[in-house]
């Protein structure tokens, strides 16, 4: 039991974004989704959150290691990531008002995977300014 507080506290931004990210995936957005008429909109919006999300993940991974992330960190981590995002879009294709579609998914993955790189490079010019 105390390593599932523990977890929550060192990741308590990853699980709001996370709990955010679930509550927009299955409650009904009729108004919003009515007046936007962007080819590929919702592509932009999974995008950004699964960037935002993988991003605040990785923050608080090095925060709470207190050093640079290894690459095995980042990858699995990062497995973990478009499995959750894989499985919002499987639980959309049974709730009558969301559909569920393979383009999310790779949105999804887009945007985890350049929080990824970005990650990488900004903290190795943080890590590599440090050594100096």
Known sequence: ?????????TYYLTVIVAVAIVLLSVLKFDKVSA??????????????????LGTILFLEG??????????????W????LVLFGALMEF??????YRS???Y????????????????IFISTLIFNAKRK
């Open 91 to 96: 639980i959309q294709k049974f709730i009558s």
């Open 1 to 9: 039991m105390k390593s599932i507080a523990y977890f929550f506290k």
């Open 100 to 102: 569920a579609s393979l």
């Open 77 to 80: 981590s990062g497995i973990i």
């Open 104 to 119: 999310d998914i790779f949105a999804n993955t887009g945007g985890i995977l350049f929080a990824i790189v970005c990650f």
């Open 62 to 75: 090095s925060g709470y290691h207190k050093k640079q992330l290894s690459i095995l960190y980042l990858f």
């Open 35 to 52: 007046s936007i008429h962007i080819a590929w909109a919702d592509k932009v919006v999974h995008f950004i959150m699964y960037f935002f």
